[in-house]
């Protein structure tokens, strides 16, 4: 008996352990190293020994409410499963890290970032090579190929979350959704981290062991550099700009406010064998805990929630209380965790994580119009992500390189794929596919003046951005002033060649989907008016701009503004996006809901206010109707939907009637109708020129006339200088 008791106690187990840290936390399946261990049998339950099922589990269900999410599923908060693959990537890399140090006495960086390599990034390469190759046909050149081509070079080169934070926007904007590779923002921070952490380890080990303690060392480290991240990401969240910290580094895509979040699992990973395994009981509760903090995530936050920021604490709290659970495994929660179906889905999250968003895109943009496109292309996504894991992933996993020289081939097959794709994407976007047709619908994206002057701002005028904004300052005739939102904008080419033709001074301030008057209404379930502009965070442009004319010389003032934004409400989440960060969000949720006569009466109020308002201070006003808008019925007619193909065999354009343009616009241009009679104003209509013989379109022969849906191109606008010149002289 007491030589079976010796025995076992000096047992050596042989424990194969896959290292199966994330991607953007998404890992897989299978058997990445074999790893022998020495672990005394009386601490085999301590040791996170095997694979652990239950983490395969939590990636299933990490992937499976990013997929939703993105496949417009109601599940408002599905991003954070990011998140949680985030925590997991800690947890899993730094047990890692600890068992090769204790096994070896040292961490081999070499073979560490050669696994990492062939662990993520030959079907990373691949996913990323369909993808352009795809775009090449499908996108257009008037700007998503632009995006998906600079996205590819950084998703091959680990900057993708900045490339993309500096181009593509927002991670909910608009322009986001139409780039096939957003995805690979978080496989960027996750291999910038799979960089730095390494050498920290290391480093905090060395520090340790100095003192006797390592590990006390590394988790003394790691502690401090969550603690900075975790401060960085509450500060950004509260609008507090960290010093000398670049924009790039911080936010939703910066790697700094999401480090905390890898250090939490790294922490967990350092004390959780030290403690003992949970009773049944606690690891019940624990995961019970993490799962429902975790739903609520899912439910509780939405694209409206300031992200990283203190809600992101609830799915990384959610994700350590399951880690822990999984400690033992003698609970439900972990069990079914570690079922063979949630297993399966684990094994392949990565490749369905790196499949599903473009297959998403591509088919929205092929059914626009189908709300069932999302989220059975993320179903069908599974097909490639299936391949990709069986034939790529599992085989430079399980098949490491042998020699030196087969491992510099691969890595240069496996970059020279998607970077020479790109970089033919790129030069024939640039060289416009060798297509004058090509070429003149890329003059269509040009930044008109205002805009490029700096004209366009929530700010009210300074005389600094007066003098910027200032055209023919030494004119002699009576100034010309032009105010109002991005429509009015889209009018300053025209504008400044009717001003050098007429020798009159041209000023510009307008500001992104604010038009120059309150729009004040009382909507349903309020018995206070509401003041829509002010929400929008529009207030200080219209009265800083009004307040500027009260003191300038008496000119002809030309106003305009987008003619759907207060009355569509669909629209109005377009002015949201654009004053998101200062406007009142649930405010124009309600503002949208009002009536019909309420916004009109509020319209002609807050128009007519402003009009008396100029003419006292001496000025004439010229209110301009919108041009035709093809942002309804949805979906909207975008040009820079139009793929090569399209363009090339002009079928780019649309068409409407006057009739069908005066059941979206008739009632804005109504209103401006009764302002202008009732304060003796004038009105600037191109109706006929964008629609002659009763019908709207989008070009004149070879001249295209849309930016985009609303938006007059700048080829247009200098068209127009003619006419504005015209128009303006018969004003006096």
Same mark, same amino acid.
């Given at each position: 008996m007491a030589q079976a008791e010796v025995a076992a106690n000096s047992l050596m187990i042989m424990l194969i352990r896959p290292s199966r840290e994330g991607f953007e936390g998404l890992p897989q399946g299978g058997t990445e190293l074999t790893e022998t261990l020495v672990v005394p049998a009386s601490r085999a339950k301590t040791a996170i020994s095997d694979r652990r099922a239950?983490?395969?589990?939590?990636? %299933?269900?990490? $992937?499976? =409410?990013? !997929?939703?999410?993105?496949?417009? *599923?109601?599940? #408002?908060?599905?991003f954070v499963g990011v998140d949680v693959f985030f925590v997991i990537s800690g947890f899993v890399i730094t047990a890692m890290?600890?068992?090769?140090?204790?096994?070896?006495?040292?961490?081999?960086?070499?073979?560490?970032?050669?696994?990492?390599?062939?662990?993520?990034?030959?079907?990373? %390469?691949?996913? $990323?090579? =369909?993808? !352009?190759?795809?775009?090449?046909? *499908?996108?257009? #050149?008037?700007g998503s190929q632009q995006l998906t081509a600079t996205t590819a070079f950084g998703a091959i080169f680990l900057f993708a979350n900045i490339a993309i934070a500096r181009t593509t926007g927002g991670y909910f904007?608009?322009?986001?959704?139409?780039?096939?590779?957003?995805?690979?923002?978080?496989?960027?921070?996750?291999?910038?981290?799979?960089?730095?952490?390494?050498?920290?380890?290391?480093?905090?080990?060395?520090?340790?062991?100095?003192?006797?303690?390592?590990?006390?060392?590394?988790?003394?480290?790691?502690?401090?550099?969550g603690a900075v991240s975790f401060a960085v990401a509450m500060a950004t969240a509260v609008g507090i700009t960290v010093p000398m910290m670049p924009d790039a580094l911080v936010g939703f895509y910066g790697p700094v406010g999401r480090v905390w979040e890898f250090a939490a699992g790294s922490l967990l990973a350092l004390v959780i064998m030290k403690l003992k395994v949970p009773s049944r009981p606690i690891a019940l509760w624990?995961?019970?805990?993490?799962?429902?903090?975790?739903?609520?995530?899912?439910?509780?936050?939405?694209?409206?929630?300031?992200?990283?920021?203190?809600?992101?604490?609830?799915?990384?709290?959610?994700?350590?209380?399951?880690?822990?659970?999984?400690?033992s495994t003698d609970n439900p929660v972990s069990r079914l965790l570690g079922a063979r179906p949630m297993v399966a889905i684990g094994d392949i999250s990565y490749s369905w994580y790196l499949w599903h968003w473009p297959l998403i895109v591509f088919a929205v943009l092929i059914w626009p119009s189908n709300s069932f496109a999302a989220p059975v292309a993320a179903l069908v996504s599974l097909a490639p992500a299936y391949l990709s894991y069986r034939f790529v992933e599992q085989r430079f996993r399980s098949k490491p390189t042998d020699t030196r020289r087969s491992f510099v081939a691969l890595v240069a097959v496996t970059l020279l794929?998607?970077?020479?794709?790109?970089?033919?994407?790129?030069?024939?976007?640039?060289?416009?596919?060798?297509?004058?047709?090509?070429?003149?619908?890329?003059?269509?994206?040009?930044?008109?003046?205002?805009?490029?002057?700096?004209?366009?701002?929530?700010?009210?005028?300074?005389?600094?951005?007066?003098?910027?904004?200032?055209?023919?300052?030494?004119?002699?005739?009576?100034?010309?002033?032009?105010?109002?939102?991005?429509?009015?904008?889209?009018?300053?080419?025209?504008?400044?060649?009717?001003?050098e033709s007429l020798d009159r001074p041209l000023s510009m301030t307008t500001a992104a989907g604010c038009p120059t008057y309150h729009l004040i209404m009382t909507t349903p379930g309020s018995s206070e008016p509401v003041d829509a502009t002010?929400?929008?965070?529009?207030?200080?442009?219209?009265?800083?701009?009004?307040?500027?004319?009260?003191?300038?010389?008496?000119?002809?003032?030309?106003?305009?503004?987008?003619?759907?934004?207060?009355?569509?409400?669909?629209?109005?989440?377009?002015?949201?996006?654009?004053?998101g960060a200062i406007g009142d969000l649930v405010a124009l949720d309600d503002v949208s809901s009002a009536s019909?006569?309420?916004?009109?009466?509020?319209?002609?109020?807050?128009?007519?206010?402003?009009?008396?308002?100029?003419?006292?201070?001496?000025?004439?006003v010229v209110i301009a109707k919108a041009p035709p808008s093809y942002r309804f019925p949805s979906p909207s007619w975008l040009p820079g939907q139009c793929s090569v193909a399209v363009i090339l065999s002009d079928n780019c354009g649309t068409s409407a009637t006057v009739a069908?343009?005066?059941?979206?616009?008739?009632?804005?241009?109504?209103?401006?109708?009764?302002?202008?009679?009732?304060?003796?104003?004038?009105?600037?209509?191109?109706?006929?020129?964008?629609?002659?013989?009763?019908?709207?379109?989008?070009?004149?022969?070879?001249?295209?006339?849309?930016?985009?849906?609303?938006?007059?191109?700048?080829?247009?606008?200098?068209?127009?200088?003619?006419?504005?010149?015209?128009?303006?002289?018969?004003?006096?």
């Amino acid at each position: 008996m007491a030589q079976a008791e010796v025995a076992a106690n000096s047992l050596m187990i042989m424990l194969i352990r896959p290292s199966r840290e994330g991607f953007e936390g998404l890992p897989q399946g299978g058997t990445e190293l074999t790893e022998t261990l020495v672990v005394p049998a009386s601490r085999a339950k301590t040791a996170i020994s095997d694979r652990r099922a239950d983490i395969q589990g939590m990636r %299933a269900i990490a $992937v499976l =409410v990013v !997929v939703a999410f993105h496949g417009n *599923l109601p599940l #408002p908060g599905g991003f954070v499963g990011v998140d949680v693959f985030f925590v997991i990537s800690g947890f899993v890399i730094t047990a890692m890290l600890l068992r090769e140090k204790q096994r070896t006495g040292r961490v081999k960086l070499t073979s560490f970032y050669v696994r990492r390599f062939r662990r993520l990034t030959p079907a990373l %390469a691949l996913m $990323v090579a =369909v993808t !352009v190759l795809v775009a090449a046909f *499908l996108m257009s #050149p008037l700007g998503s190929q632009q995006l998906t081509a600079t996205t590819a070079f950084g998703a091959i080169f680990l900057f993708a979350n900045i490339a993309i934070a500096r181009t593509t926007g927002g991670y909910f904007d608009a322009a986001a959704s139409t780039n096939p590779l957003l995805h690979t923002w978080s496989l960027s921070v996750e291999e910038q981290f799979y960089l730095v952490f390494p050498v920290l380890v290391i480093t905090g080990w060395l520090w340790g062991a100095r003192v006797g303690r390592p590990k006390v060392g590394v988790a003394i480290a790691v502690f401090a550099l969550g603690a900075v991240s975790f401060a960085v990401a509450m500060a950004t969240a509260v609008g507090i700009t960290v010093p000398m910290m670049p924009d790039a580094l911080v936010g939703f895509y910066g790697p700094v406010g999401r480090v905390w979040e890898f250090a939490a699992g790294s922490l967990l990973a350092l004390v959780i064998m030290k403690l003992k395994v949970p009773s049944r009981p606690i690891a019940l509760w624990s995961g019970v805990a993490g799962l429902a903090l975790l739903a609520v995530s899912l439910f509780a936050i939405s694209e409206s929630t300031i992200f990283p920021g203190p809600a992101t604490i609830i799915p990384v709290l959610a994700t350590l209380l399951l880690l822990y659970a999984g400690h033992s495994t003698d609970n439900p929660v972990s069990r079914l965790l570690g079922a063979r179906p949630m297993v399966a889905i684990g094994d392949i999250s990565y490749s369905w994580y790196l499949w599903h968003w473009p297959l998403i895109v591509f088919a929205v943009l092929i059914w626009p119009s189908n709300s069932f496109a999302a989220p059975v292309a993320a179903l069908v996504s599974l097909a490639p992500a299936y391949l990709s894991y069986r034939f790529v992933e599992q085989r430079f996993r399980s098949k490491p390189t042998d020699t030196r020289r087969s491992f510099v081939a691969l890595v240069a097959v496996t970059l020279l794929v998607p970077v020479a794709l790109a970089g033919t994407l790129t030069l024939a976007v640039k060289q416009h596919f060798w297509s004058p047709r090509v070429e003149m619908m890329q003059e269509t994206q040009a930044m008109h003046a205002g805009i490029a002057a700096g004209c366009m701002s929530f700010e009210p005028v300074t005389e600094a951005t007066a003098a910027n904004c200032l055209w023919n300052a030494d004119a002699a005739g009576e100034p010309i002033y032009l105010i109002g939102d991005s429509i009015a904008d889209h009018y300053s080419e025209a504008l400044i060649g009717a001003s050098e033709s007429l020798d009159r001074p041209l000023s510009m301030t307008t500001a992104a989907g604010c038009p120059t008057y309150h729009l004040i209404m009382t909507t349903p379930g309020s018995s206070e008016p509401v003041d829509a502009t002010e929400k929008a965070g529009c207030a200080p442009y219209i009265d800083g701009t009004l307040s500027w004319l009260d003191e300038q010389p008496p000119g002809l003032v030309i106003m305009g503004a987008n003619d759907l934004s207060w009355w569509a409400p669909s629209d109005i989440v377009e002015s949201r996006d654009m004053t998101g960060a200062i406007g009142d969000l649930v405010a124009l949720d309600d503002v949208s809901s009002a009536s019909v006569d309420e916004k009109e009466r509020a319209l002609i109020a807050g128009m007519t206010t402003t009009v008396e308002r100029l003419r006292a201070d001496g000025h004439r006003v010229v209110i301009a109707k919108a041009p035709p808008s093809y942002r309804f019925p949805s979906p909207s007619w975008l040009p820079g939907q139009c793929s090569v193909a399209v363009i090339l065999s002009d079928n780019c354009g649309t068409s409407a009637t006057v009739a069908e343009m005066d059941q979206l616009q008739g009632a804005t241009r109504a209103a401006i109708d009764t302002v202008a009679t009732s304060t003796d104003s004038s009105i600037l209509d191109l109706r006929d020129y964008f629609c002659p013989d009763g019908v709207c379109v989008t070009s004149h022969g070879d001249l295209e006339l849309y930016l985009d849906d609303i938006h007059m191109s700048v080829p247009a606008s200098e068209n127009l200088a003619p006419w504005f010149t015209e128009f303006i002289s018969t004003q006096g």
